[in-house]
């Protein structure tokens, strides 16, 4: 007679024993390209990157075989990470007939280096997982978290356990978790519970969104320093070279870099932090908000567009007895981000308008996330353009103002 084992198989995901120490935990890994690919290309200059939340119906996820198709190739593109803007013209080709219809739309697109984030949970883990396993032990437990045995970077698949996790407010608790984490690099002089849950630099700690593109950035520049997969014959190294003789010029072919720890233990997650505050501030960004907030400073190098958003909206929040400030910010150069929250006006991708309102000072600090995308069609195709018009937008973080500084 057969032994049946009960396995809980969510606790597969759990941190346990010798992984729970701090010198293991928390941990972010990667997985070789080598498991898929044999060669990868490899552009001379790689293009910014942009980000896809790609719907995906988790529901048919284990028993259709077009989703299933979908997943795989989500996985392919994402580990070939390196191949950058060249996975377009890459992937297709190696798919050919296997190529799911309903990521057709990437047969189309051209010089532009994507990541691609499957849309579906309740929860926006798959997103900001990166994230979540920069956060130590004691914060995991003290905001009631799993303590998850490990990440994967970027997303390789799905894993359908991890909803079995996901609490109702499971995402507000991460980003109390992380800004918990942040705070004392944003802000060494004061402790975070010295701030209100409504004052803007505690709101932008909070604002996982802001920081995705740069915990992507750290991963890219670790994992640029690993070793190369050996070649496993010959036969191999020939045909790599009788590869690389084909390619035009500004483009390689190599061996796929090893996979590994992008960072493992307590230690190595503090200095990616500090990595991740270096890359947020490229060009001023984090420093152009701070100091918004902290001094009411206001950028005046707004386009046409954005100069009439900025006068329409003090317009209509201008109230004669009680006079507010309001600052504007324009986040030049960001990573653009196609998702349900995304603005899109002709090749311009915002993805998020960071409002933050301080009611003591009686002033708006509005962020605006400016990306050009060289894809702008793409929110289209996913149905995320005009979901959330500018106009309206700016109208319910008005609404929001009025009530929060009592101007109704």
Known sequence: ????????????????????????????????????????????????????????DTNKRWRDNGSIKTSLTIT??????????????????????????????????ENANLYLIPNGRKSAFDAFEPLYHLLPLRTIERFGLPALRRGIWPHWTYIHTIDQHIKDDFDNRVANAFASHLWPRLNSGSRLHAFSKDDPIVLLAHNLNFWLPCIYKVAEDRLRDFPRVEFDSEEEMHELQELQARLPPGINADRPLCGGSVWCGEEEAREATEELIQVADENGQLRGILDAVRSNRVKDDFSSLWSYAKEDFERKLYHKRS??????????????????????HENLLWEDFIALLDKKERRIVVCLKNGATRVSEISRRLGYANHSPVSKALKRIRHKAKKYLDLL
């Open 1 to 56: 007679m057969s032994k049946v084992i009960d396995i809980d198989l969510k606790e597969l995901d759990l941190a346990k024993g010798e992984d729970l120490l701090p010198e293991n935990f928390p941990r972010l890994e990667n997985l070789s390209a080598a498991f898929i690919f044999t060669f990868v290309p490899r552009p001379s200059q790689t293009l910014p990157p942009e980000f896809v939340y790609v719907p995906i």
């Open 76 to 109: 392919e593109w994402n580990a070939l990470w390196e191949a950058g803007h060249l996975r377009s013209e890459f992937i297709p080709q190696v798919c050919r007939d296997d190529f799911p219809d309903e990521l057709k739309w990437l047969t189309d697109i």
């Open 323 to 344: 006079k507010v400030r309001v600052s504007f910010v324009q986040l030049d150069e960001a990573k653009p981000v196609h998702a349900p929250t995304s603005e899109l």
